[in-house]
C-alpha cells in the first residue's frame, strides 16, 4: 500500500518549536519530491514547503521563512520540518504530498490534491 503518514503535531505555545515527520511506505522516497502542505481554519490548502527528491533544492512559503527548514533522509523513508519561532498563525493541519520530479516551486503551488489525515498543530498560550 502507497502512503505517506504524517505525525509530530500538537499544541506549542508561541515561539516553541516542533519537527513534523513524514514516512513514505510502499514507494522508494528517493524517487520523488516531497512538499509539506497546511490547512488552517476556514482558509484553502497551503504550500509550506517542498524538497527536491536527490539535490535537496527547497522552496520555502513566505510566511514561514526563516523559521521552518525541510529535510530529508530517504534511508528513513522520511521527510522532515522542523519548526521553530511558532506563531499562532501557523495553526493548521498539516499535511505531506508526494509529486515526480517538476519544480519545489511548481510542486508547493499544486494545492489540488488527495489528502491523507494530517498532523494538527496549534500554537497558543
Known amino acids: 500500500q502507497l502512503q505517506l503518514v504524517e505525525s509530530g503535531g500538537g499544541l506549542v505555545q508561541p515561539g516553541g518549536s516542533l519537527r513534523l515527520s513524514c514516512v513514505a511506505s510502499?514507494?522508494?522516497?528517493?524517487?520523488?519530491?516531497i512538499g509539506w502542505f497546511r490547512q488552517a481554519p476556514g482558509k484553502e490548502h497551503e504550500g509550506v514547503s517542498c524538497i527536491s527528491s536527490s539535490d535537496n533544492r527547497t522552496y520555502y512559503a513566505e510566511s514561514v521563512k526563516g523559521r521552518f527548514t525541510i529535510s530529508r533522509d530517504n534511508a528513513k523513508n522520511t521527510v522532515y520540518l522542523q519548526m521553530n519561532s511558532l506563531k499562532p498563525e501557523d495553526k493548521a493541519v498539516y499535511y505531506c504530498?508526494?509529486?515526480?520530479?517538476?519544480?519545489?516551486?511548481?510542486?508547493?503551488?499544486?494545492?489540488?490534491?488527495?489528502w491523507g489525515q494530517g498532523t494538527q498543530v496549534t500554537v497558543s498560550s
Open positions: 504530498a508526494r509529486d515526480l520530479p517538476i519544480t519545489v516551486q511548481h510542486m508547493c503551488a499544486m494545492t489540488s490534491r488527495s
Open positions: 510502499g514507494f522508494p522516497l528517493d524517487h520523488f519530491y
